[in-house]
């Protein structure tokens, strides 16, 4: 691809929702802007909360160079701006349902933030808008394009560990704070277990292969929430900091402990724990027939460990030898300065942009070209629907099937928020 693309290879595109995540993308813009590569041109903001929009609009100027225009709400954009080709919906997850749709019928290709939608229901409402036009729909899932994503599942894929056998996936933290933004904490809103483990399912259905059922146990341990000394993830919220309360009354699980049945055979111990006071900690790792992996972190440059039976452990540089194939796409060797790194130094800030340009590119070249997105509808479904599965697990006592979450026959846990949204 040309590094020098003229401005009618570039996708006229609107970033709509302009809270805290529409400027980490304003960020991952601008990583894509700064590496040539570009394929997507901002060229409007939109948001209920006009202020929200105008002080996006400005932050692109200084960042981009240009100012988008600004508007309040989808239908007069589309009127204003009939060469606006797509829209990346960063709006709050209970709005999905009905955001997506519209900017679907307004002709519109979608960059839809994940969650795809807060239930299977608005997630199944989204997918039949996408079959009734021929449009793009890309869900932005970024764990799996992080360079130790990538080289993970690739020391995976050639059976270095053997065929897997079980996957262990653990973390504990945040006491009795508020994770970020209060409303990750309330139910109808769709809580911290989905919102943070769609993430984490995405990466496992990537590393292991489809999940075929999953048994859980939920819990609220922390009903009250308080307010954290400064805002967190390096400030991109910060414009909101203010706005938090002293404390709140959570509504939703903050304990999830499952077990996952992996098609594959495999078995999986997936736990989820933000009432962890104390020690906090983050563990995940792969068990096989000749060995385990640890896979490599994102967002932080940590590569995979490797270590196989009656051997030292492997890492960095000495993987290489085990993963010939192992390259990165052009764009993602730019961003991270290597075709085949095994690990880097970025900070998390610079990390994240850089994983969101590579969404942004990728969305892009689909429209472009008509090529599939990574991360389309169905998939960015399954990866909800696996943290559905627990959470309707925990509510019926009993193993559930992630096709029965799918086919809405089993809904018992998200009743109460399809009816607050009205799905």
Known sequence: MSPNRSEYDAVPLAIVGCGGMGRRHLFGLKELYDSGRSNVRLVAACDLRRENAEHLAQEAKELLGDKPLVFQDMGEMASALPDLQAVDVVTDAGSHHVVVPMALELGFHVLCEKPLALTMRGCNRVIEAERRHDKVLSVAENYRRDPMSRLTKELVRVGVIGTPFVLFEISAGSGDTIVILPWRHYKDRGGILTDAGVHTADLMLYYMGDVRQVYARTQLWEATRYKPTKSTVSDFYAPWYDEMPASIEATVED?????????????????????????????????????????????????????????????????????????????????????????????????????????????????????KPEVDSLTGRRALAVCYAGLESGVLDRPVTVEEVEDEEVDAYQEEINTAWGI
């Open 255 to 371: 304990t999830f402990v499952s077990v996952l049945q992996f098609e594959n055979g495999a078995i999986g111990q997936w736990t989820q724990f933000y009432a962890a006071h104390g020690e906090g900690f983050g563990h995940r790792v792969i068990y096989g027939s000749e060995g385990s992996l640890r896979p490599g972190g994102t967002r932080n440059g940590q590569s995979p460990l490797l270590t196989l039976d009656g051997e030292s452990t492997i890492t960095k540089e000495a993987l290489l030898d085990f993963v010939p194939d192992y390259c990165l796409d052009e764009l993602s060797a730019i961003l991270f300065g290597d075709d085949r790194p095994t690990y880097y130094d970025f900070t998390f800030p610079e990390a994240d942009r850089k994983l969101l340009a590579l969404e942004y590119h990728e969305f892009g070249e689909c429209v472009l070209t008509g090529k």
